[in-house]
């Protein structure tokens, strides 16, 4: 019992502190990581498939070959006429194609469109966030993403993360680590600190000392 007491009064202890030194602890934080690019984004993205996804395959004028399927966790879908067809690390556009490639065996000249409908993405096409943030998770990319829009899928920070000492790790870059600046951007409304993330990027946020 005493244990748990202590446990709690050192986490209210903890908060208190938190609160009246906050803007002077979180605020002024920083790391040797450069600051992250502002501009990031890729003009000429394009949304990459990935297990989870569900995809709507169009077959023009063959509407008993038209259908929705998720992608497998092996990558692959299957569907009228044709057997673990990858999907994964293919655009809508690519996949299409091979798609028609494949049933022109048993049709003439077929026309497939596939649309995705529920985006969860590749690994690689996903940003992570771990550490203090109020619901770490995985997260579809979508082109111009921001890292606002991430903190507010996230749910924010914690009351103990030090987000002025948070890092961006980007795998395009081959794993270089940016600094950004998440107190100012989410506690103090700085929209400078605000800048693009890619696919891959990994957000991690730190927990404060105090």
């Known amino acids: 019992m005493f244990t748990r007491l202590h446990h709690v009064i050192g986490v209210v202890f903890r908060w208190l502190l938190l609160t009246a030194l906050g803007p002077l602890v979180l605020g002024c934080a920083s790391t040797d990581y450069p600051p992250a690019p502002e501009v990031a984004a890729s003009p000429d993205y394009r949304y990459v498939i990935g297990p989870g996804d569900t995809v709507n395959i169009i077959v023009w004028r063959n509407p008993e070959l038209s259908l929705s399927v998720p992608v497998r966790p092996d990558g692959m879908i299957a569907g009228p006429l044709i057997e673990d067809m990858p999907a994964m690390g293919r655009t809508p556009t690519m996949l299409a194609r091979d798609m028609e490639k494949a049933l022109g065996v048993f049709i003439r000249d077929p026309v497939v469109t596939v649309v995705v409908t529920n985006f969860v993405g590749s690994q690689s096409e996903q940003i ?5 943030a109020s619901k ?14 991430v903190m507010i899928a996230v749910g924010g ?15 395009s870059d081959d794993n270089k680590q940016y600094s950004v600046r998440l107190y100012d951007l989410i506690r103090r409304g700085d929209i400078s600190a605000n800048v693009d ?14």
């Open 128 to 132: 992570r966030v771990i550490g203090e």
């Open 136 to 149: 770490p998770q995985a997260l579809p990319y979508r082109q111009k993403m921001t890292l606002l829009d």
């Open 157 to 171: 920070l914690t009351d103990f993360a030090d987000g002025n000492g948070a890092t961006l790790l980007r795998a």
């Open 197 to 210: 993330v890619k696919p891959g990027d990994v957000l991690i946020i730190p927990q404060s000392w105090f």
